[in-house]
């Protein structure tokens, strides 16, 4: 449930907490709004896995989330970050994941674990249908 901001209360206690593929789907698809071409869509989790910054690279495709994850995290360094999500949207692609979106997944968390940031998923989005990395085998395994 998300509670008005007020006056003195720490800033990790506004906003839902991301506990999972469907809190971090709906939380991307606010932030992002209507997608017509491609877009990766980075969220940043506090150590309360809150929302802490909310970014959306418009024309990126899944080559370029490694580059646009790095950026974010470098604007964040030395703020309260703890977990990265991150989405790539192909309004007219698949949601299999290719061997391409693996490979930037793998780089992606070289980066964040460079940072000290945990990522806890990559979700690949195509119109109403998506698919979240984490649930794969290979994820669980590190690759």
């Known amino acids: 449930m998300s509670h008005p901001c007020r006056a003195g209360r720490p800033r990790h206690l506004v906003g839902p907490r991301i506990l999972g593929p469907d809190d971090a789907r709906w939380a991307l698809d606010v932030s992002v709004g209507p997608v017509d071409g ?23 495709t899944a080559a370029d989330a490694p580059r646009a994850v790095g950026l974010v995290l470098d604007g964040a360094a030395g703020g309260d970050v703890r977990a990265a999500v991150v989405a790539v949207y192909r309004p007219a692609g698949s949601t299999l994941p290719f061997r391409a979106d693996r490979e930037a997944a793998s780089s992606m968390r070289a980066a964040c674990d460079d940072a000290g940031v945990e990522l806890l998923d990559v979700l690949l989005v195509a119109g109403h249908r998506w698919r979240s990395l ?3 085998g290979p994820w669980r395994a590190g690759g």
């Open 38 to 60: 491609p877009v990766v869509a980075v969220l940043l989790l506090d150590r309360d896995q809150r929302i802490a910054l909310a970014t959306v690279f418009e024309g990126a």
């Open 134 to 136: 984490a649930d794969t």
